[in-house]
């Protein structure tokens, strides 16, 4: 079985005749998070987003509803059609990772290598939620930067093969600048995402001491 044709299929037959459009909020697990504002993007753990995540390789294409909770100690992304329909969903935490695709889910203690393996293709979970909010790790390497000294093209310099990131537009999200769109390539593959709505969150500490 082609696992990226697998779930191309999926999702072609979920979309074919709808438009890859924002779909309502998505509710975000009991994680005792509520929303802040915030005026840096270095200055929460923990977000959420929605957006469009576009996939290329040189044997298909597909666009879909990304949605990310992230926080220092999980990420949990789903890929939905605009009615809301789950098409996969991942989960990645310290204990490892798990994929669901059409009510079977899979496991691995790497959640970059497990994607691979089901779809065919890659996302590089551990350095997106920086890259997402406009951030470089100690490893990137900043190629260029724009007028206000924003990363504008960066190459990470970790693993066999390193991701160009482009960072193509900005916004203002929840008080703070984070890219609004962004392309990733590596060999022959190219992710592009589209950042809709990012929230900053924070613990809900009235929440814990009325507890």
């Given at each position: 079985m082609n696992n990226l044709n697998y779930l191309t299929k999926i999702t072609l037959s979920l979309l074919i005749l709808t438009l890859f459009i924002l779909g309502g909020c998505s509710?975000?697990?009991?994680?005792?998070?509520?929303?802040?504002?915030?005026?840096?993007?270095?200055?929460?753990?923990?977000?959420?987003?929605?957006?469009?995540?576009?996939?290329?390789?040189?044997?298909?294409?597909?666009?879909?509803?990304?949605?990310?909770?992230?926080?220092?100690?999980?990420?949990?992304?789903?890929?939905?059609?605009?009615?809301?329909?789950?098409?996969?969903?991942?989960?990645?935490?310290?204990?490892?990772?798990?994929?669901?695709i059409e009510d079977k889910t899979y496991r691995d203690k790497d959640a970059e290598r497990l994607l691979k393996r089901l779809t065919g293709w890659s996302i590089p979970i551990e350095s997106l939620p920086l890259w997402i909010t406009g951030q470089v790790a100690d490893t990137d390497k900043v190629i260029s930067t724009d007028e206000q000294t924003r990363p504008q093209l960066i190459q990470s310099t970790t693993g066999q093969q390193p991701w160009q990131v482009s960072f193509k537009r900005w916004q203002q999200q929840s008080g703070a600048e984070l890219p609004q769109l962004l392309e990733l390539s590596r060999e022959n593959i190219r992710l592009k995402i589209q950042i809709n709505q990012w929230q900053a969150l924070t613990e809900n500490l009235d929440n814990q001491s009325s507890n």
């Open positions: 509710s975000k697990p009991d994680l005792n998070l509520v929303p802040i504002e915030v005026t840096h993007v270095s200055q929460t753990k923990a977000w959420e987003m929605q957006g469009k995540l576009a996939v290329r390789t040189p044997q298909d294409k597909f666009s879909t509803n990304l949605y990310w909770l992230h926080t220092d100690k999980q990420d949990e992304l789903r890929l939905t059609t605009m009615l809301g329909t789950t098409v996969m969903s991942l989960s990645n935490n310290s204990s490892g990772a798990s994929l669901t």
